[in-house]
């Protein structure tokens, strides 16, 4: 078969070049099921992975941005806005009250002035926008571009001199950086315009926390936060709030917090599933509910808590299944790549024995 071809995510922790192999492993032990719950959806890959391989589909993420994404990706099957439609968003329109969030309370943390004026008027022109399928093309477009243009792609950080004044070195690229928004649009159009296509099932995209997501399918996959055991831990919040902030923009002003260098926007701001503390009892809570579906969890082998402690968590709830535990091989993430000692493991508990 052909390789599948998946769109470029920047997101951390993405599945991105580890999503084939672990479709592998399942595909390996023989099991058979039709539909994919893809609690932590993130970009979504696997579950674009899982809609190409014509699973019906169901992507979960609690962010609102996320979930954006995943819906144009998984549950829509055409991007319906053009090149030129998307330029003109970046246009005031005449009479308009437009709001100046971003350029009054980021100068100089993201983005630069011209920049935050864009992110301004494209936002509420895309808010203005009727058609859903035009719309969440927009916010595809903006949300990867603004990704992108950030060093490490990441916003917990108030590191806008880091883009202006960089002089070259062993990560980040200059020259994307730079790039504008209507050169980037014109790409993840593009992107769009290859990657969005029709399976033939009735997918779906919701917004919940994986806790509080009701919605079912024979197979669920588990792609929790990871906490390293070497460094204290951001949360996904903490580098993704400022999207989560475009993607709710009228609640923007009310979830500043002030007192942080970043100006994080807490919309969204949830504790579930980031406390290394509460996590097993939460993950414990999360397979019972799902009892009836086939378990696949990704994890990586040093973090906390570990993946033989996960293992055992599965085995417990689960005492008359099996557990697999594949190591998918060495890779590195972008803010860690020197440690190869790094390895992906899946965690794989099913209804019968195999």
Known sequence: MPEIKLPITRYYGSKRKLVGRIWNEIENLGLEFDSVLDLFGGTAIFSYYSKVKGKQVTYNDIFSFNTAIGKKLIQHNSNELT??????????????????????????????????????????NANLLENENKKLSAYYILFQSCIIKRPYN??????????????????????TWER??????????????????????????????????????????????YFSSSRNHTTYHSKYHFLEGL???????????HTKNNREITINKSDQFEKPSTFLTELE???????????????????IPSVQ??????????????????DLGLYGYALNKGNQFNNEFLIIGTNDPI
């Open 180 to 225: 504008t928004f209507e050169e980037l649009f014109l790409r993840f159009l593009n992107e769009l315009d290859e990657f969005t296509f029709d399976n033939g099932r009735n997918n779906l995209a919701v917004n919940f926390s994986a806790a509080d997501c009701l919605e079912t399918a024979d197979l669920v996959y588990i792609d929790p936060p």
């Open 83 to 124: 090149y030129e439609e998307a330029i003109s968003l970046l246009e005031p329109q005449q009479g308009y009250p437009y709001q100046k969030i971003i350029q009054e309370n980021f100068q100089n943390i993201y983005f630069t002035d011209t920049e935050n004026r864009q992110i301004d008027i494209f936002i509420q």
């Open 309 to 326: 402690s996960i293992s055992d968590l599965l085995v417990r709830c689960r005492p008359d299944r099996q557990v697999f535990t594949l």
């Open 154 to 175: 990441l916003f917990h950080r108030n590191n806008l001199s880091m883009r202006l004044n960089y002089n070259g070195g062993s990560f980040g690229n200059k020259k």
């Open 285 to 303: 809570q999360l397979i019972l509910r799902h009892n009836e579906s086939i378990i696949v969890i990704s994890y990586r082998n040093n973090g």
């Open 247 to 257: 993607a709710n923009y009228n609640r923007i002003l009310e979830h500043i917090n």
